[in-house]
T-cell receptor, first 112, second 115 residues
Framework: DARVTQTPRHKVTEMGQEVTMRCQPILGHNTVFWYRQTMMQGLELLAY????????DSGMPKDRFSAEMPDATLATLKIQPSEPRDSAVYFCASGPKSDTQYFGPGTRLTVL | AQSVAQPEDQVNVAEGNPLTVKCTYS??????LFWYVQYPNRGLQFLLKYITGDNLVKGSYGFEAEFNKSQTSFHLKKPSALVSDSALYFCAVRDVNTGFQKLVFGTGTRLLVSP
């Protein structure tokens, strides 16, 4: 049963520290998405890759956030420096050429 | 820009009763519509999707959704609710004309099924 995996599942850090979240998409999926979920804003799309190339990162604060896909099995989302308002659950999702997206379990980030 | 609206923050239903979770959409072009479910502390899980064809779409866990073009709606339904159906439900849309696979999600509707 193929699944999207995310690490770490939980992260507590202090303001100003760098945070790196990792995602392993389902093998063979060519699209990867990063979402952020908060009570106030709901589910927001941060970035989107197809065949490892970034297609849309308009939802991401560019000054502190960066997303990359070093290879087809790894996507990363970095926040530097982190701020308390970044506290949220970050989801990675991957998809085949069809539109269905398969979500990972999320990384719960708390920035103190 | 494409969007979906979920007018109810929460839906309460008794176990065994039919349930409906509402969704309306606004797109330019043909809509691709989706329902996802999120259980506590989990990621979203795909339930079903409408691309074209039959207006009644059947999905996972006994759920179905009815596409209504004249009312621009895509309501999620189940004939008999289970307590285990209690979760957060998201409607989503992709505008096929954009050429991207990006989904726009609604704000979510919390379904509470009481025993």
């Amino acid at each position: 049963d193929a699944r999207v995996t995310q690490t770490p599942r939980h992260k507590v850090t202090e303001m100003g520290q760098e945070v790196t979240m990792r995602c392993q998409p389902i093998l063979g999926h060519n699209t990867v998405f990063w979402y952020r979920q908060t009570m106030m804003q709901g589910l927001e799309l941060l970035a989107y890759f197809r065949n490892r190339a970034p297609l849309d990162d308009s939802g991401m604060p560019k000054d502190r956030f960066s997303a990359e896909m070093p290879d087809a099995t790894l996507a990363t989302l970095k926040i530097q420096p982190s701020e308390p308002r970044d506290s949220a659950v970050y989801f990675c999702a991957s998809g085949p050429k069809s539109d269905t997206q398969y979500f990972g379990p999320g990384t719960r980030l708390t920035v103190l | 820009a494409q969007s979906v609206a979920q007018p109810e923050d929460q839906v309460n239903v008794a176990e065994g009763n039919p349930l409906t979770v509402k969704c309306t959409y606004s797109v330019s072009g043909n809509p691709y519509l989706f329902w996802y479910v999120q259980y506590p502390n989990r990621g979203l899980q795909f339930l079903l999707k409408y691309i074209t064809g039959d207006n009644l779409v059947k999905g996972s866990y006994g759920f179905e959704a009815e596409f209504n073009k004249s009312q621009t709606s895509f309501h999620l339904k189940k004939p008999s609710a289970l307590v285990s159906d209690s979760a957060l439900y998201f409607c989503a849309v992709r505008d096929v004309n954009t050429g991207f696979q990006k989904l726009v999600f609604g704000t979510g509707t919390r379904l509470l099924v009481s025993p």
